[in-house]
């Protein structure tokens, strides 16, 4: 497959490939040929690069941090990213912006917005994915966490397992029935859970 860009593909190229050549250090070969501490302090320092130039979530509106990229842009963004050899961000960006705050973009309230993805992208808040239960793994129509409102607060009584990054996580984005009469698919709301708090247990995996 070759793909046919507009004219216009060229200057923004030009453009990505002139910030990869001030950023990057000379003679760059790519993360490949970094391991262990070199790469998880090249991996930090590129992301906050990538913060300070918008790049860390390209498709985000500048108002929020992002680089408000055209889908075009952000198809020569991530070539050239990958021709170069580094990363879009850090592993766990790939739960905090590309799932929650994208997310939050579009069905957040502006005091979410406001909170949460600043903090997502300065990386103050590390996130893990709550979905799968013991008896809901992919068919999230089986989720039976319930979620009760007390007031003006959430009340969550269940479980979840098979949780990536849960161990590092201080963050939960999860998913739990708040209407227990709704049918199976519905009456499933999605909730951003501090998991610095009393009743929440986090156990490794046996």
Request: with cysteine.
């Amino acid at each position: 497959m070759h793909p046919a860009y507009p004219p216009e593909a060229a200057v923004y190229r030009t453009k990505v490939q002139a910030f990869l050549a001030e950023k990057l250090p000379k003679n760059w070969g790519g993360t490949g040929q970094l391991e262990g501490q070199e790469l998880e302090q090249f991996v930090t320092e590129w992301r906050a690069i990538l913060a300070t130039a918008g790049y860390l979530a390209p498709n985000w509106p500048v108002e929020y941090g992002g680089a408000g990229l055209t889908a075009l842009e952000q198809v020569i963004l991530a070539e050239e990213f990958a021709r170069a050899g580094v990363p879009g961000g850090a592993p766990n960006d790939v739960f905090s912006i590309q799932m929650l705050g994208n997310t939050l973009l579009r069905w957040g309230t502006d005091e979410q917005k406001k909170h949460y993805l600043p903090r997502i992208l300065a990386g103050d808040d590390v996130w893990c994915q709550g979905y799968s239960e013991p008896n809901a793994g992919s068919d999230l129509s089986n989720v039976g966490l319930k979620a009760e409102l007390d007031g003006d607060q959430w009340i969550l009584n269940g479980q979840k397992i098979w949780t990536s990054a849960g161990h590092l996580a201080d963050h939960i984005f999860t998913l739990a029935r708040t209407d227990p009469d709704a049918p199976r698919h519905k009456g499933i709301s999605f909730i951003l859970v501090d998991m610095r708090q009393p009743g929440i247990e986090v156990r490794p995996s046996k």
